[in-house]
């Protein structure tokens, strides 16, 4: 009996040492740039597989009225501090501007009445965070594709990054200022628009006034809120810290298609 | 049984071992970078959105009195589950986490390397699991070894497995060269409905997965839905796991090992060359 016992102590020692010794190495290769730029390099194979076997313009579902969340849940910041974002949200955003530039031939500076004045998409899709609830609303926007090309994108001109008005976490070298970049692929998507509606109503603050982003085939943090300027880009590596995004620069992936 | 001899046959074909350990490695990371991603949002629904307020199964941690504890919510039932789901760690320096760290990779909570841990498995997985069965189909190692053949499903023979089985009774000699109708039932369930199911419903939960097959979301009832399946069907293969390693425990841990390893398993043969 007490062999048995001490044999069985022996073993769930052994395992359990076996267990910890196998989770410090796990947690080794996650602390280690290589070791977690191997396992990263699964994001590569995933953006491919994903644009090769879908169709790039394939829509993403859109619901009914009656699918809408009663209980939207704003994530990020939801009421930004920044002086100049509050000097705007004083005036109810009569003095905002979005600035389009970088790689175009024509910079544009558009109002919300501009914007409004263009022609309009509604859709009601599914937003689905990284963290892995989702939640439906109604957006209404205009088309980013029409945009560009009204901006005139210049050839080399391969990402549109997006600043916002909102700092989510204090920096002393300002790379806490959210930002977005997507593709050429899912800016000309028919379904990715600058929205300045939700559910009928004007885009509450929570969730992005004036303008946000809807990139409806890829994750929640790419939905970019308080979007003061668009900058048409050949890389977006000098930008922030390089990631391409907020969220990228701390550990997410850039492609979040998945 | 005059003179019983043991004699090692070859029992499982190279791609059969090499897949199974890949699995066993992608399967675990899978789980425990999983648990650490479930910890993000740790609460289930049913259908396409969240219903914040009434998921259907939520683990956290509350203050109870003076003293936080963690408390596990399944339909309308709750438990204290202090120490292992929803607060844990060592007592007096215990978190408010979904599962316990030594459960997760990594083994503090990070929604970002946990994700890349599970998709580089996740990868790992799938071509594993697609060289598994073109091998097994084209080789016929899954309608030979796997597909129970009429004699199997008789119910008198089924109802024999299951008897010889409750006592821990297993075939020794020439039987012992191929599964048994509960085996062969177990492993299809898992090559053919299991480990699917898990690759299937973790593609719902991409947004550009589910642009190219709505479909499929709407098969299995929403992307919440499909989030609710993957963990249900991720502690199914988890509850095979154990019972899996239990009956290789049962039957002869080193004999099975042995045979998972170099292919060579060891039966009982009488000096005549019939079964003992």
Redesign the interface.
Known sequence: MSLSANRRGWLRAGLASA??LV?GA??KI?NSPKG?A??????G??RRA?RL???RK????E?APA?I?P?F?PNGSIDPQDADYLALKAKAFADYRLVIDGLVDKPLSLSLADLRALPSRTQIT?H?????????AKWTGTRLGPLLDQAGLKKNARYIVFHCGDTLEETLDGTGVYYESIDLIDAYHPQTILAYAMNDRPLPVAHGAPLRLRV????GYKQAKYIMRLEAVEDYRHLGRGGGGF?ED????WY??? | MANPQKVLVYRHAAVTRITHWINVLALT?LL?SGLN??G??P?L?WG??????RPWVSIGAEMKGADMVGVTQIGSARFNTTGVLGYSGKPGSREPVAFPS?AT????R????S???H??F??LFVLNGLVYWLVGLSRGHIVKDLAPTKADLKPKNVWHEIVTHAQLKFPKGEDARHYNVLQKGAYLAVIAILLPLMVLTGLC????????A?WL?DFFGG??SA?TIHFLTAFSIVGFILLHLFMVVASGTWNNIRSMITGRYAIVRDKTGGAA
Request: proline share 3%; aromatic share 14%.
């Open positions: 267990g910890a989770l796990c947690d996650t977690i191997v396992l990263q390099s699964a994001e194979l995933t994903q076997l879908i169709n394939a829509l993403a579902r619901f699918d969340s209980d849940r599914r689905d965070c990284v963290e892995g609830w989702s939640s439906i409806e085939r890829q994750l969220w701390r550990g997410y992936e979040a298609g998945i | 990371l425990m991603i479930f993000a949002h609460a629904y396409q959105k969240s219903t914040f307020a030594w990779v990594p083994s503090e990070d929604l970002a390397d994700r890349h841990w998709f580089f996740a990868w939960m991409s947004p550009g997965f589910d642009a190219g709505p979301v992307r919440q989030r």
